[in-house]
């Protein structure tokens, strides 16, 4: 099984940025996909930004051109750079392998809370 440990939130004003970091633990880290979500209360998890073994990325179109994910498979790591936040960027970061139909996630870490409030 693999553990996930995110870290690098905080409170931020508008327009401020922030770098999240992810360490997984495991040997299978460096074959996996992986991605960024995230959760407000009340709502469903959504995926922020996903980057694949051969490092092609992907971002929500809400993020896209602000947020900048990346890989180091060397130190099992994926980070997330945020950029020109926003109050609606506001929520619990997570990372975990991309979703895929009919497989399991990994158990999901407890999060990294990101504030963007003045």
């Known amino acids: 099984q693999v553990h996930l440990v995110e870290s690098g939130g905080g409170l931020v004003q508008p327009g401020g940025s922030l770098r999240l970091s992810c360490a997984a633990s495991?040997?299978?880290?460096?074959?996996?996909?992986m991605a960024w979500y995230r959760q407000v209360p009340g709502k469903t998890r959504e995926l922020v930004a996903s980057?694949?073994?051969?490092?092609?990325?992907l971002y929500a179109d809400s993020v896209k051109g602000r947020f900048t994910i990346s890989r180091d498979n060397a130190k099992n790591t994926v980070s997330l750079q945020m950029n020109s936040l926003k109050p609606e960027d506001t929520a619990v970061y997570y990372c975990?392998?991309?979703?895929?139909?009919?497989?399991?996630?990994?158990?999901w870490g407890q999060g990294t809370q990101v504030t963007v409030s003045s």
């Open positions: 975990n392998r991309m979703i895929v139909l009919g497989r399991d996630m990994w158990a």
């Open positions: 495991g040997s299978i880290f460096s074959i996996n996909d």
């Open positions: 980057i694949t073994v051969s490092e092609r990325t």
